[in-house]
């Protein structure tokens, strides 16, 4: 017996021994079935082991090896490495990219039956025996398969019969296992004649591809631009040399339409991997992108974890979205990811963005990262005007937040015919309810958060564990009736000041609870797309990819509303968000108007918002961040120790605190109780650790932590250049 290393999906950073069992032939990177404790897990074999010394008797021997390609070395390297930089256990990467179990399993084999190739029998012989042939035998001539129970009722043949024919050689049995999506995208099906700048930006990218390097792209350029249908190009090439690719997106910007553009250019639609997906379509696509013959996918942050047999290229598309960053189980962040695995399989990787990160932007500045521009929208629209209305000037009326020049330019909109659209990134109807008698806030009883009212289920939530209850008659606290009231608005509050201003207007609110399933979200698509709509209210939901030619007008209410907090990125983040907003506006024949309502007017991001000057604003922040010494020009990570138990979670806290190795370069913050205190009842504490960026960070956190024995009931993350400070 020979021994192997075998990583399985457990989440611990351990490599097990096991022995192979008699006549199975193992090499690294087989999947396999591995007895652990009382369960049995899938795992991958990570490595021979020189048997030097006799084998222990306490190993255990392998249950199962698994009939399928195995994981490449790539893959197995960027698996460790995704683990060592984030401070996650192997196992729980490796189960992210095992993340469908069942999919190991071959499928059932799901038989048809088709006719057998006429020379194989000898009919005339045959028939004097059997009648039941001609019946059968005139069903499936039309070629195509039928199962048992199909071809017994449409023949009119018991299974018995069917077994005799079987048996006979009259007809064979064939596997109709469905096949794996995305097999055979044409990458000629409907190719366009790119601009010269979206020639040169693919012919790079292409070229990248056939001389197998890797190298990091960043493709800049305004929505609209082209940037899908260069990435196009490199995966049509990507196709034709035989290789795999793989688009991220984040997960809201998952469209109809986007499926639908790539249908039109490849002749079929990508394979899919996100969040609602059916097991059974998880299963089938796993299987696809592990033997190599799914071609491309399209899919969320966790796509990037798939075990591609023969991956080509990776784009990133919005790379400067947060939602890349996962922030719970291995916290990570796919954008940095896919660089990595790029690396690892000497493909090139592509960020794409209209508003691309200032991470990235140094990058491109830095000389790493290969810099394609395309210039102004394709078919050459003209740019929003920006208007800044300073609402300390401007002011709405008591109780209501639209300015009298927004209302103006809606009035004004409206009898066009044309389409408007106010962006507020609140859902509900007010973030906080007051008593105005004791000045009682209502609040989460688990979070440190206010609960939102939604009028339209007459219910106040809270927006970080989901808590509910009814809108109370009397205040809680003092009992006084009908003192609570609204502060603040969210969305919906801004449909009823619109519908007050302007009763005949058609508003639809969009927001994710609004519109909270697919087929919602698409039919509020459409009926703006058809023009049934006149003012759309939208939180960030609005922001990304949509297209709607007959929009003129965007009304920003709360322009300020992202910068508050002590976000590290909250002004980048607000400016990304705010262009892309604004980008929403005349995108075809007819010019936009854009208003952003400000108390703020001489913020940077407003005034490079209003000038259009994305590259200004961006080295202007870099100037800044490199002053206060922070990422890109650092490194952070942060610790979060939470726990149920007040008291026993700051004391860990403390300790930890107390153990920060003194190192020069170097420096702790905190702990400090977190922003959000309390989440889902348990309390939460911070520090924060900024390193020169020459620090093996990961190496030094993991041996300070490590000296620590957490106890079971407080939890210790690591967030290695965290996004989130809250
Ligand atoms: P971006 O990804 O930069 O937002 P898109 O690639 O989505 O831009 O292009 C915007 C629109 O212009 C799309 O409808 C697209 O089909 C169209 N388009 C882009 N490039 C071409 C081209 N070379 N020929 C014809 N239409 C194009
Ligand atoms: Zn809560």
Redesign the pocket.
């Known amino acids: 017996m020979r021994i192997v290393q075998v990583l399985t999906t457990a989440p611990v950073n351990k490599i097990y021994d096991y022995l192979v069992p008699e006549g199975m032939e193992l090499e690294a990177g087989d999947y396999v079935l591995a007895p652990l404790g009382p369960r049995a897990v899938p795992g991958v074999v990570w490595a021979a082991k020189d048997q030097t010394d006799p084998p222990s008797a306490k190993l255990k021997v392998l249950l199962e090896k698994y009939d399928l390609p195995s994981m490449s070395g790539e893959m197995r390297g960027f698996i460790d490495w995704v683990a060592k930089y984030n401070m996650a256990p192997c196992g729980s990467v490796l189960k992210m990219a095992v993340s469908v179990p069942q999919g190991l399993e071959a499928p059932k084999p799901l038989t048809g039956y088709v006719l057998a190739e006429e020379t194989s029998f000898s009919p005339s012989a045959f028939l004097s025996r059997n009648p039941h042939l001609v019946g059968a035998k005139k069903i499936l001539s039309d070629g195509l398969p039928r199962r048992l129970s199909e071809l017994s009722r449409e023949a009119g043949i018991s299974s018995s019969s069917i077994k005799t024919l079987l048996k006979n050689q009259v007809i064979v049995a064939v596997d109709l296992f469905a096949k794996a999506p995305c097999a055979s995208p044409d990458p000629d099906f409907q190719k366009?004649?790119?601009?010269p700048e979206?020639k040169s930006a693919a012919l790079a990218l292409m070229d990248c591809l056939k001389q197998k390097k890797f190298e990091t792209f960043l493709l800049d350029?305004?929505?609209?631009?082209?940037?899908?249908?260069?990435y196009?190009e490199a995966i049509a090439e990507a196709i034709h040399s035989g290789k795999q690719s793989l688009v991220l997106l984040p997960e809201i910007a998952l469209s109809n339409s986007f499926i639908l553009?790539f249908k039109q250019r490849f002749g079929t639609t990508p394979a899919l991997w996100h969040s609602s997906l059916t097991p059974a379509q998880r299963r089938v696509t796993w299987r696809g992108v592990v033997t190599g013959q799914t071609r491309v996918v399209v899919g969320a942050r966790s796509a990037l974890f798939l075990p591609y047999a023969a991956l080509g290229l990776v784009v990133v598309?919005e790379e400067h979205d947060p939602a890349f960053k996962q922030e719970e189980g291995v916290f990570y962040n796919a954008r940095d990811m896919a660089v990595m695995r790029g690396f690892q399989s000497k493909i090139p990787v592509v960020l794409?963005s209209?508003t691309p990160s200032l991470e990235t932007m140094q990058n491109v500045w830095d000389g790493r990262y290969t810099y394609l521009q395309?210039p102004d929208?394709?078919?050459g629209a003209d740019k929003p005007d920006v208007k800044v209305v300073d609402l300390r000037v401007d002011k709405p009326e008591r109780q209501h937040f639209i300015s009298p020049v927004l209302k103006e330019a809606l009035s004004k909109n409206l009898e066009q015919g044309q389409q408007s659209l106010l962006f507020l990134n609140r859902r509900g109807f007010a973030p906080l309810t007051l008593c105005r008698s004791c000045g009682h806030r209502m609040e989460c009883p688990r979070c440190s958060a206010w609960l939102v009212e939604h009028k339209r289920t007459g219910k106040l939530q809270c927006h970080h564990c989901g808590f509910e209850t009814r809108i109370p008659e009397k205040c809680p606290s003092c009992h006084d009736t009908a003192s609570l009231v609204a502060c603040g608005p969210g969305v919906e509050r801004i449909a009823e000041e619109i519908k007050e201003s302007f009763p005949d207007a058609r508003v639809l609110i969009l927001a994710s609870d609004v519109t909270d399933t697919h087929e919602k979200l698409t039919k509020a698509l459409e009926s703006i797309q058809n023009g049934e709509i006149d003012i759309i209210i939208g939180t960030q939901i609005i922001a990304k990819?949509h297209?709607f030619p007959n929009l003129t007008c965007v009304g920003i209410v709360d322009a300020d509303l992202g910068l508050s907090g002590g976000d590290l990125r909250a002004t980048e983040r607000s400016f990304q968000l705010l262009h892309q907003v604004a980008g929403r506006a005349g995108r075809e024949a007819l010019k936009g108007r854009v208003y952003l309502q400000t108390y703020n007017p001489e913020q940077r991001v407003m005034q490079m918002l209003a000038e259009d000057d994305r590259d200004q604003f961006l080295r202007a922040e870099s100037a800044e961040r490199q002053r206060a010494h922070m990422p890109p020009f650092s490194r952070l990570a942060a610790v979060i120790v939470s726990g149920a138990n007040e008291r026993q979670t700051a004391e860990l806290a403390e300790q930890i605190g107390r153990g920060a190795p003194m190192v020069e370069g170097i420096r702790i913050l905190g702990p400090a109780p977190a922003q959000m205190y309390r989440i889902r009842g348990k309390y939460r504490q911070r520090l924060l650790v900024q390193a020169e960026k020459n620090i093996n960070l990961q190496k030094l956190m993991g041996e300070w932590l490590g000296a620590f024995k957490i106890p079971s009931a407080v939890r210790v993350q690591v967030d290695v250049d965290p996004q989130s400070f809250v």
Request: net charge positive; aromatic share 8%.
């Open positions: 366009l004649k790119l601009s979206q350029g305004v929505t609209g631009a082209g940037k899908t249908e260069v196009f553009r598309d794409s209209a395309l929208r394709f078919g990819g297209h």
